[in-house]
């Protein structure tokens, strides 16, 4: 079955960086689009950043644009979010998600944003 | 950007209640809408696709209709695994957008 496992979430100082990785298993990997997607606590969720199959295109929502970086390894089967100058309202449960329409999520993984 | 605007925020419902949520589009988004039910601490689950398209594997007390602008999300008996908070998503027009969430809560 579908599995998709956030990890590399923590507390971050304002202005710090974070790495998050996200493990695929149970589908091929690279012939799907890979999103990632954020909650902020008592928000609903706000779509992120895609990227394509080949990493040949990527999109990024206006709030994160500059700062986040999205990209993959379709050898090990992984996306990842490259995530500067960390802001409070960064703060956030982070997801991957399966293609874009979100066919599929991971559990998260939390991203707190604090001095 | 579109506005997903999902309706009721919270609702309250008995074991075996119809209950149906909308979410209205600010335009057209055609069928590009899911329905995802999340629970603390869980993965979401999505339940529709294509708005009205049943996800594999998800019980056929769940249903989804519409296009354009208005979309409903139905379940025709609840059951108590179905209280959780639902969300919509369009995924026509970048950037793909949310509605706001409806908790769905044990009366």
């Known amino acids: 079955q579908v599995q998709l496992v956030e990890s590399g979430g923590g507390l971050v100082k304002p202005g710090g960086s974070l790495r998050l990785s996200c493990a695929a298993s149970g589908f091929t990997f690279s012939d799907y689009y890979m999103t990632w997607i954020r909650q902020a606590p008592g928000k609903g969720p706000e779509w992120l950043s895609y990227i394509s199959t080949t990493s040949g295109f990527t999109k990024y929502a206006d709030s994160v644009k500059g700062r986040f970086t999205i990209s993959r390894d379709n050898a090990k089967s992984s996306l990842y979010l490259q995530m500067n100058s960390l802001r409070v309202e960064d703060t956030a449960i982070y997801y991957c998600?399966?293609?874009?329409?979100?066919?599929?999520w991971g559990q998260g993984t939390l991203v707190t944003v604090s001095s | 950007d579109i506005q997903m605007t999902q309706s009721p925020s919270s609702l309250s419902a008995s074991v075996g209640d119809r209950v149906t949520i909308t979410c209205r589009a600010s335009?057209?988004?055609?069928?590009?809408l899911g329905w995802y039910q999340h629970k603390p601490g869980k993965a979401p689950k999505r339940l529709i696709y294509?708005?009205?398209s049943l996800q594999s594997g998800v019980p056929s007390r769940f249903s989804g209709s519409g296009s354009g602008t208005e979309f409903t999300l139905t379940i025709s008996s609840l059951q108590p695994e179905d209280f959780a908070t639902y969300y919509c998503?369009?995924?026509?027009?970048?950037?793909?957008?949310f509605g706001q969430g409806t908790k769905l809560e044990i009366k």
């Open positions: 294509a708005a009205s």
């Open positions: 335009q057209g988004i055609r069928n590009d």
């Open positions: 998600a399966r293609d874009l329409a979100a066919g599929y």
């Open positions: 998503l369009q995924h026509n027009s970048y950037p793909y957008t």
